[in-house]
Structure formats: C-alpha cells, structure tokens
C-alpha cells in the first residue's frame, strides 16, 4: 500500500477531544451524526452493508471500536489488533471518523458524542442486557434516537476466524504490534536479561520430586480385566519450587531455595544437584522422604499418577526460622518467589508473615501448582502466575470468564499483575493501567491482553510437566530485572514453550533462551 494512501485515511483515527469537536461542527451547521459501535474483529460484507445503511442516515459517520483488552469473545480475540482494525475501518470512504474505545462500553463515549442516531445491528431489537440498556438509555436522553439494522447480507467474525483462520496470515502482524506497543525489541529483552545475571532471588516453596516409570505394557492381568505393566527404566526430575530455582540460575542469577524436604537418599540427591547448579538451598527436613509423584508410562503414553506427597505443615520452630531466613536475605535488589503446591511449607500463618514484611524485598512474585495452592495466600504479589483451573478453583467459580474471574482476584488480593496460560497457543495478561493507592477500587482499569507463543511449539505440546514452572520462573526474574508486564509475558512463555519441549524437567539455559529471541522475526521488524 503507497504510504501516502495510508497516510490519507489513517487521519479519520482520531482522539476523544477531536471527535468531539467535530461533533460540535456538525451540530453549529444542522448536520446529521451517526453512530456505530462495535468489535469489528474481521471487516466482511455484513458490515460494509450495515456501515452503509448507517450513512444514508445522516451526513456524518463516526464507527468505535472495542478497544483489544475489552473484547470478551474467547481465547485468542480479537484476531485483528486495535490498530489494524481501525485502520481497516477509516480505509472505508463512507466512514468519516474512527475512534478506539479504551472502555468496556461505549456508554461513556456516548454520552460525550450525543450522537443523533445509534445503529445497532437488528440482534439487539430485543435485546434486554443491561449494558446495551444502558447504552440505549444515553442515546435518548440526549435526544438521539436508535434504529436496528444489520444490512443486507449476514456474516460472523466468529464464524469467519474459526473456519479460515489458519489461512490468514495475521498472527505474525498481532505480535508485532503487540511488541511495539510495549517496548519489546531484541535489544531491550537482552538488556533486561543481563540484569537478571548476579541478581538476587528468594524462592520459597514446596519441592517435589517428579518421576517418570517407563513400562511396557505385555498383556492383560490374569486375575481381573486391568492392565498388566513390566516396570523398565526410571527417570527422577526435581519439580516444583526446586525447578524454579534451577530454571532462575540457569539465567545466571543468585538464588537462595528455601524449601521442605525428607531424610531419605533422595533429599541428600535433592541437595547435591541443587548445589552443583548453584542454587543456595536452605532446608528445612521435616518429612521422613521426599514428596514424590510418580507418572507411569508405555511408550509415549502417561497413563496415571501416583501421588505420594501427603502435605506436612510447617511447624511453629520451623517457622521461626523460615522467617528469619526470610529477614536476613531481604533487600530491595530481591525478588521473593512464593511457590504453593499445597504441600504444608507456605502455611496461612506463613503466608501473612510474608505480606507482613513485604516491603522488606524489591519485588513479590507468586505462583501455585494443581488443587492444592491456594491463590488467595499470595496477596499484594508484583505477578502472579496461574492456570485457569487454579483462578477457577481459588475463586471457585466454574461460568463467569477469565477476564471476570482475574477482577475478581486482583481486587481482593491487590495482585498488581496476572498471568493466566489459555489454551494450546498462549496466554493473558492482566495488569492495572495506572498505580492506585494501596487499597483503592480501581474498576475499569483492568487490561487484558492476548500474547500467542513468539517462537513456533504450542503451549502444552510436548510433555506439559515444567511449563508453569518455567513460566514463573522466568517471569519472576524479568520482572526483578525491572521488565514491564508484557515484557516479562513475551520471554516467559517463550522459555515454557521451550521446556514443553523437552521430556520431564530440564534446566532452562540462558545462552539457548537468548538465541531463540534472537531468532523471532517479530522482534527484528
């Protein structure tokens, strides 16, 4: 496209203030405003015909769209990022101004507008939701009236995306504007990864020793209709709180794993390998041996869990020390990483000890792992990472969307960010869009983004065993090297895909993580 061309309608995109002002134009000289408003995800016929319907009304068009962290249409919505989507708008010649709302609805932008005619699509003719109510309500009562109309010719963007989605070409497009608009160039992510090396970290959390039986499976039991298996080699792999720590050194960083393990051969491994990785282990051994959770597998296949990491509360001795230990490596250079897998080390009363000396560290980090963690323990964290089961659970809430769900929990437990796994191909990211006084209602400053995996593999594709420990790990240490949200997102689910790909739990190394950033092409544009 020639750049003056784009340049020649890329002028309709305007700001509040200038919309208004045009509006006041318009209404000095008796002209006709028109209004629309919607997601706009993929422009097809049905909206041509029902933005040209909307023309004939009146002599000025002004279309508004959903801005990206507000459009509630699923995992991976909008396909089409905010800016692309306005553009595809003004390039329409009977469009006369466009607008990005950064709201969840246009009743504000409404009621600033006061437009002479609201066009809606004839689905909402009958449509009794509160928030189209109310949208309605704005437009009349400033002397507007409503008309329902969806053109000639029915189309979906849904229906569009889920069939040809595959065949365009609009993923590598998203995620470059998503980097632009959040600073994430190759310079920038490998500045904030140098000044993870040499900095500290505080991991405390439950360690699990995840192990893998290979079996083949020769026949049927004799004795009843079950699967006979003939146990063959064994892998163990430190999971957990353990494999966040290890994950934070192969970065390059200093960190200190404060953790509950047993007296048996496999805690004295525990150590031995955590020590060769550099990882400063503080133990406290309180159990008889080590949780362990055992996946037995034929050929490729897991085909159960056997689960023998029975939780054992932290006790009020252990407890002194813990928090002790906790006071002599605070500083505001530290990041703290709270790890719960639900197994007794991060205790309620542990928890509240933590929030109490909070400001003791330069940055909280918080993760959970299954049923067992609890969410609601890791309050006034810097980023939170959880699965969606996890929110689900900690909110126990199974019908209302992520997006509802991650308010929720950010308002009760003044998370400042959140990160959420969707999926097979990404993850959301929430974040407050301003700082607010420690306390303070801050509704409607909720951002949602969808960040697809930067380099090729899907989430969970693979061995699934690692990904959210990769992902809390490494978020927590850009986020410690100062990385913004979204930054901190980009590397992270970069560093789980990476780890997905492997069988079992294996270290990530910082070398291999930076040339994989080097190669996304997204970051080279």
Not at 21 to 41: P, Q, Y
Not at 276 to 303: C, F
Not at 330 to 359: C, H, K, N, W
């Amino acid at each position: 496209m020639p750049i003056h061309t784009r340049q020649t309608f890329a002028r309709k995109i305007i700001d509040l203030d200038t919309l208004c002002r045009h509006r006041e134009m318009a209404r000095r000289s008796n002209r006709t405003v028109v209004h629309c408003h919607g997601c706009f995800d993929i422009v097809h016929p049905g909206h041509i015909r029902y933005l040209q319907f909307a023309k004939q009304q009146g002599d000025l068009l002004i279309v508004s769209l959903t801005g990206d962290p507000h459009v509630g249409k699923g995992e991976g919505r909008p396909y089409v990022p905010q800016e692309l989507r306005a553009e595809n708008l003004a390039a329409l010649e009977f469009v006369d101004y466009v607008y990005i709302n950064p709201e969840p609805t246009a009743v504000t932008l409404l009621a600033a507008v006061r437009p002479d005619v609201y066009i809606k699509g004839r689905e909402y003719e009958y449509n009794r939701h509160p928030g189209f109510l109310k949208e309605k309500s704005t437009v009349e009562a400033a002397g507007g009236r409503v008309i329902f109309s969806s053109g000639d010719v029915i189309y979906s963007s849904s229906h569009i995306i889920d069939q040809y989605a595959q065949h365009l070409d609009l993923e590598s497009e998203n995620l470059q504007l998503f980097c632009r608009r959040y600073e994430i160039t190759t310079d920038s992510l490998q500045s904030l990864l140098d000044d993870v090396v040499d900095r500290p970290y505080v991991v405390l959390g439950d360690m699990v020793l995840d192990r893998y039986q290979y079996c083949d499976a020769s026949d049927l039991a004799p004795d009843a209709p079950m699967m006979s298996l003939v146990p063959l080699e064994r892998q163990d792999f430190l999971g957990g709180a353990a494999m966040v720590a290890r994950h934070l050194a192969g970065l390059g960083a200093e960190v200190t794993l404060i953790s509950s393990i047993g007296t048996d051969d496999a805690s004295d491994a525990a150590i031995d390998n955590l020590e060769s990785m550099g990882v400063n282990l503080l133990p406290i051994r309180n159990r008889k041996k080590m949780a362990t959770k055992t996946r037995y597998v034929v050929e490729s296949q897991k085909l159960f869990l056997l689960d023998e990491s029975p939780s054992t509360p932290t006790d009020s001795g252990n407890e002194r020390y813990l928090l002790e230990q906790l006071g002599k490596l605070g500083s505001p250079e530290t990041t703290l990483v709270m790890y719960d897998a639900g197994l007794g080390l991060v205790t309620d009363a542990v928890a509240q000890a933590v929030i109490a000396q909070r400001q003791a560290y330069g940055k909280l980090v918080g993760g959970t792992a299954g049923a067992r963690g609890r969410l609601l323990r890791l309050a006034e964290s810097d980023l939170t990472v959880a699965t969606e089961r996890g929110l689900r659970l900690a909110m126990r809430d199974y019908e209302q969307g992520v997006s509802s769900l991650a308010w929720r929990l950010m308002h009760d437990t003044h998370m400042r960010t959140l990160l959420v796994p969707v999926g097979r191909k990404g993850l959301l990211c929430f974040d407050q869009q301003k700082e607010q006084a420690s306390g303070a209602a801050w509704e409607g400053n909720l951002r949602s983004e969808y960040l697809a995996s930067p380099i090729n593999g899907l989430v969970g594709g693979g061995d699934r065993l690692g990904f959210e420990e990769a992902l809390l790990a490494i978020a927590a240490g850009m986020t410690g090297a100062g990385a913004n949200t979204q930054q901190a997102a980009f590397v992270a689910l970069a560093a789980a895909v990476m780890e997905a790909r492997q069988s079992g739990h294996q270290p990530l190394d910082g070398h291999e993580l930076r040339e994989a950033l080097a190669g996304i092409e997204a970051l080279r544009l």
